[in-house]
């Protein structure tokens, strides 16, 4: 009879096996995506608490975001119903900072209170204003960033301008200035009623409590002895340091990880420990997997592709995978004449599967940046296809499209204006959201950026809207603009997950669509210059990363899009992401890519996008935006739309409905 500990053995590789069965000490694995890294953590923490090793309660298991804790909670279960190994704690590094930190408080600081800070905005904006720093939300975004990503690399407010001049850092303002903010802050954070803590603090805190204090150390050590982290490329040194108080002089330590999918740099993230380990532990058992099991080998021999072209590659990181799967469709690429055809697209492609049996949880849309998710939540919307947005609010949700719609609220209500129509319309949209931060100018800072991309999507829509209807009023733009976030709630069904490629890390999906591939997008432009050369060439290679990890999400079907935009000469303008140079056919009669475009001669046919109340086809941009002819009403009741909607849904083949064809070289 099979003990518990062989049966797990038996799910394993030969490689993977050897991780999990290494004796007690340092263990490292260093992998390509879907090679089995969290399945081996969670396997090896299984057996060495079923072979009584450890016991249950002396393991902590720590990873980087809540979702991955829970992913790492829910596999530890999942070995063992009732099991042992499903008592294991796996948190995040903060969160198990917090834990640890509320428990040594008194021995360590004594009766002074303290509490979590909610929002540092406030205590960054007091301290902007003290540094003589503009304090609107674009400039305290951007001042956050830079705090969190000193803090998370261990700099102390006295050394920021050298270590940001060191570093080639991309600084908003004079370093000095960043530097004065960041003293200010922390000075702030000591009120009379006690200490204020944020993140950060509470791993520096905890850290400081176990280096300091013998006493704690001890009571620490006696309770935890054997540490698991997953995703180690992306332990910060703030983390590091951590990590280093729990262990103290022992050496129980599994990491595992992946250098090509180091994506949080910018928080001071760097693979280097994971790379190092061997070094700093010369005994260690150090397992390289080169099986993939995850994806077919049709998207592992892409995602090789696209790995293999990285330059500055970090030595001892060149992995080919080997996929493991039976042979699934060629990833289809398309390319698109604008993005709200390629969103259309999208939607159509994921009714098809869903037609097709595959469940919605098992799709995903994955994207670089948030604001890219409402022209998806639309078409989404459209089709009728419950969807949830991971790790991000829909767009109607975020702050910044919160306040620009209160600012045009407010607006409206004006009595002094008049009631503005068509182009005046746009001005004053424009105005009020100039006062939310929006700039003509892209602002520096990735939070800003992303901010500012949502409302150029807010402006784009207005327009959009009022083009259709030059004597739309503000307050039948606003009206509009409430039907939309409206028909927007949140499903109560498991929907198709819209992500971004950040938030899609060490997850899965059997169908997985990475879409607006475009240079400019992905990569994204900052990384490039003005004149498309590169800026910054590592931050350009983290974008590839990006890509990386988005081709190596999805199991079976993958489909890789992009839209181009032309000025009125005909002349591109955006162009296919420099990352598939090589890995789609050029243009060619054999080519796979499939080309939706407009031009009648040239290629096949675009099908129209239909009205979602009448169902007719809908021949302009404008028309298509608003998702609507103009011979039906803008105002629509929800139930009365839903019964046409069954109703177009039974009819459609007698209607003959346009469709959309997603192309393949397959098909
Ligand atoms: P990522 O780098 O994306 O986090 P990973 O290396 O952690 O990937 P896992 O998520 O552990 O990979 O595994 C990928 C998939 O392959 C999972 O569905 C897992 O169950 C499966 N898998 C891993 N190892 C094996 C194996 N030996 N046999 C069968 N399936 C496996
Ligand atoms: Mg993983």
Redesign the pocket.
Known sequence: VPTHAQLRLD???AE?AAAVRAPRGPVCVL??????????ITHRIAHLVSAGHVRADQVLSVTFTARAAGELRNRLRALGPGGEAGQVQARTFHAAALRQLKYFWPQVVGDVPWRLIDGKFPIVAQAAGRAGVPTDTDSLRDLISEIEWAKGSLIAPEDYAGEAARRHRDVPYEAKKVSAVYTYYEALKNTPDGLLLDFDDLLLHTAAALEDYSSVAEEFRGRYRCFVV??YQDVTPLQQRVLDAWLGDRDDLTV?G?AN?TIYSFTGATPTYLLDFSRRFPDATVVR?ERD??STPQVVSLANRVIGAARGRIAGTRLQLIGQRADGPEPVFAEYDDEPAEAAAVAKAVAKLLGNGVPAAEIAILYRINAQSEVYEQALTEAGIPYQVRGGEGFFNRPEVRQAVSALRTAANRDDLPNARGEQLVTLVRAALAQVGLTREEPIGAQARERWSSLVALVRLTEELTAQDPDLELTGLLRDLAARAEARHPPTVQGVTLASLHAA??L?WDAVFLVGLADGTLPIQHVLGSDATVSDEAALEEERRLLYVGV??AREYLQLSWALARSEGGRKVRRRSRFLIGLVPDDSPASRIATHTTDRRNGPKRAHPTCRICGRPLLNTTATMLGRCSRCPADIDSELLEALREWRKEKADELSLPHFVVFSDTT
């Open positions: 799910d394993l590789d993977q992998a390509g995506a879907g090679t089995g890294k969290t399945r081996t997953d995703e595992v992946d999918q997997l099991y995850r890390k060490g899965e190596t999400r």
